[in-house]
């Protein structure tokens, strides 16, 4: 659908999180939209990311989650949008045009509970909970192991040794007090980052 629009050009599709990272930084857009399941590094965390490294580059979330968990990380990571997945091809090049001018864009329905106090003060906080704690590579790390897979899988990821792997694991759950990969699985599910 963006393709089809005349004045935009789409410069780079992506099909992991780390993908996305990279491409953001390879080409500069003036909008990176990005779904929050993605592999490798959700789009919560590829956000953050973006926002950090590319500060020209605004994130736009489109995603078919619309409960407050989700959009209040993604704002919190410095998306500038949030879009859900069933709007119709005209709220999709609104949102772009917008977010892509610096305004932000919610789809009303997630416009409608961000209007809760309660919302507004996590966002406000920035700390929301532990998860908040990690860094941007124990981020990464935690979203692989809860993925399943195994310090050397992540090693070869991430360009990383495999003690390196294992200091930053036991790092996460020493932040998190968590005890085992299968709680790491449970926060993970709990928090988004994987489903």
Known sequence: MLEECPDWQVVAEASTGRDAVRLALEHQPDVAVLDIGMPLLSGVEATRQIARHCPHTRVLILSMYSNEAYVTQTLQAGAKGYLLKDAAHSELTRAVTLV????????????????????????????????????????????????????????????????????????????????????????????????
């Open 100 to 195: 892509g001018e610096g305004k932000s864009y919610l789809s009303p329905a997630v416009a409608t509970f961000l209007h809760d106090e309660r919302v507004r003060s996590l966002v406000g906080r920035g700390v929301a909970d532990r998860y908040d704690l990690l860094s941007e590579r124990e981020r990464e790390i935690f979203q692989l192991v809860a993925e399943g897979r195994s310090n050397k899988e992540i090693a070869e990821v991430l360009c990383l040794a495999t003690s390196t792997v294992e200091t930053h694991r036991a790092h996460i759950m020493e932040k998190l007090n968590v005890h085992s990969a299968a709680e790491i699985v449970l926060y993970a599910v709990r928090k988004g980052v994987v489903h």
